[in-house]
C-alpha cells in the first residue's frame, strides 16, 4: 500500500475518524489540481510542471463518470463485477498474480491463503461489500483517498454550477449562455425593426396632419379671396407692428409662426393636426384661447411659407410652390448662432427627409431640402444664388429678417 500513496503524493498523517476530517492534499497534488481545473481538466493543456501528476488524477477522476456506484452491495459476484468496473474506467488491469488468486480464491467463498496478496484482496472485498477490512488494510490510504475524490469533483462542480428550477429541468451555465446570446442576436434584429416601424408610423401620422392642414387652409382661401392663412401683424422683414422684429420670435407680433396660428385661432384646424408626432415638445392642447401663437419655438412643429404682405403666394398659382413642411433645421442653427447647413433636412425624422405641402394641396416627402427645380426651402433666392455663386464655400447667415424674392420663391420658416 506504500506504492499507492506515492501513487497519490500522500504523506502518512492520521489514522481512523481523524484521518477523514484531516485529510489534505499535497503542495504538489494541489498545485497540479488547480492546474487541471484551469485546463478544463485537459491533462495535455497543463504545464510540463505539473503535467505527470495532473495526468494521473484525471485517470482517477474519470471514475466519477462511471456508472459503478458504492453502495452497499450482497452478492460477491456482484461486488467483484463492480472491482473490475471500477479498474476498467480507470485504464487499469490485474496482474497475473491477482488473476491466479483470483481464481483460487473465487469471490463466493472464504479467503484461505495468507501472506501479504491475501490481506489486500479481503481488505478491496470488505471495503466494497461495506464489511470490516481485513487485517492488514490501510483505512488511512482509503479515506484520504476518497478525500482526494471528493475535492476534485467539488472543484469540477464549481466549474459547472447547475441551475434547477422546481419541477423544472436543470440548466447548466453554458445553456444560460447561449440562451441569453440568442436573445441578444435576435433582439439585435428585432429592435431596429421595431424603430423602423415606430419612424414609419410618425411618418405616416405626420403626413396625415398636413393633408388635414390643406384641407383647413383649403377652408380659409374659400373665406379670404384664395389667400394664405396670415394675421394682419405678423409680415416678414420686420414689417407691420414687429418694428424690427425677427419672423423667428415666436410668441411676438411679428413672428411668421403667428401666420400659420391663425387656422387655430379661426377654428380652421386643431393644435394636434399642427403638432408633429416627430417633435417631443409639440404643444397639442390649446392653453389660452386668446393666444395668437405658440409659447416658443420649440413648440413648433412646421415651418411656413415666409409672408410677405400682397405679394405672398396664393393656394392656386404657382401650385407646386411650396408653402409648409417639417420645420427648418436651418432656423433652429440660425437662432442658435450656429453654422447652417442649407442641405439639412428636418430633426423631425430624425434627419431622414421632411413632408412638404404644396400649394396646390399635395403632400410629398423630400429626402433633400431642395426642390426638383433648385429652390431650396430653408433660403430665400439670394443667399441661394450667393452659395452657388461662390460653390458653396460661403457661410450662409440668416438675421430672420430675410423675405423670399417673389410668390414662387419657396422660403419657409420658423
Known amino acids: 500500500m506504500s506504492e499507492r500513496q506515492d501513487y497519490f503524493g500522500m504523506d502518512d498523517a492520521g489514522d481512523g475518524a481523524d484521518a477523514w476530517r484531516d485529510a489534505a492534499l499535497s503542495p504538489g497534488d494541489e498545485a497540479a489540481l488547480e492546474a487541471l481545473i484551469e485546463a478544463g481538466f485537459d491533462a495535455s493543456r497543463v504545464s510540463e510542471s ?33 472491482v473490475r468496473g471500477v479498474a476498467r474506467v480507470a485504464g487499469a488491469a490485474l496482474s497475473r498474480d491477482d488473476v491466479d488468486f483470483m481464481e483460487l480464491n473465487p469471490p463466493d ?18 471495503l466494497v461489500s461495506g464489511t470490516s477490512p481485513a487485517v492488514g488494510f490501510d483505512q488511512e490510504l482509503c479515506d484520504r483517498t476518497f478525500e482526494l475524490v471528493m475535492l476534485a469533483e467539488e472543484s469540477r462542480q464549481r466549474l459547472r454550477i ?16 447561449t440562451i441569453a446570446a440568442t436573445l441578444l442576436l435576435g433582439a439585435s434584429v428585432i429592435l431596429p425593426l421595431l424603430a423602423a416601424g415606430d419612424r414609419q408610423a410618425q411618418r405616416l401620422a405626420c403626413a396625415s ?46 413672428s411668421n409662426s403667428a401666420n400659420l396660428y391663425t387656422l387655430v385661432r379661426g377654428g380652421f384646424a386643431s393644435l394636434r393636426a399642427l ?23 420649440d413648440e413648433v412643429s412646421y415651418s411656413y411659407q415666409i409672408q410677405k404682405g400682397v405679394q405672398s403666394c396664393c393656394l392656386n398659382e404657382p401650385s407646386r410652390t411650396a408653402i409648409l413642411a417639417d420645420r427648418s433645421p436651418v432656423v433652429r442653427r440660425a437662432v442658435a448662432g450656429r453654422v447652417i447647413d442649407p442641405f439639412e433636412n428636418s430633426g423631425n425624422h430624425t434627419g431622414s427627409g421632411q413632408h412638404v ?40 447667415k440668416l438675421r430672420g429678417v430675410e423675405t423670399p424674392d417673389s410668390a414662387a420663391d419657396a422660403f419657409l420658416g420658423p
Not at 467463498?109 to 472485498?125: F, M
Not at 382661401?221 to 420670435?249: E, F, H, K, T, V
Not at 404644396?358 to 431642395?370: E, I, R, S
Open 357 to 396: 405641402l404644396f400649394a396646390d394641396g399635395a403632400v410629398g416627402w423630400l429626402t433633400t431640402p431642395q426642390l426638383p427645380n433648385g429652390d431650396n426651402i430653408w433660403l430665400p433666392r439670394t443667399i441661394e444664388v450667393e452659395i452657388r455663386r461662390v460653390m458653396m464655400s460661403v457661410d450662409p
Open 162 to 177: 447547475p441551475v434547477e428550477t422546481v419541477g423544472g429541468p436543470r440548466w447548466s451555465w453554458r445553456d444560460l449562455v
Open 50 to 82: 505539473h503535467r505527470a501528476r495532473a495526468e494521473r488524477l484525471a485517470r482517477m477522476l474519470g471514475v466519477l463518470d462511471s456508472p459503478v456506484c458504492f453502495e452497499s452491495c450482497d452478492g460477491a459476484d456482484e461486488i467483484m463485477a463492480r
Open 209 to 254: 396632419n398636413l393633408r388635414e392642414v390643406a384641407g383647413a387652409m383649403g377652408q380659409y382661401a374659400n373665406q379670404y379671396r384664395d389667400s394664405m392663412p396670415i394675421a394682419a401683424a405678423s409680415l416678414g422683414g420686420g414689417g407691420g407692428a414687429g418694428g424690427g422684429q425677427r419672423w423667428w420670435d415666436v410668441g411676438t407680433s411679428a
Open 109 to 126: 467463498r472464504p479467503i484461505v491463503a495468507t501472506g501479504q496478496r491475501a490481506s489486500r484482496h479481503a481488505g478491496i472485498r470488505g
Open 275 to 297: 403638432a408633429c408626432p416627430g417633435n417631443p415638445s409639440a404643444c397639442k392642447e390649446m392653453r389660452d384661447p386668446r393666444a395668437i401663437d405658440w409659447a416658443c419655438l
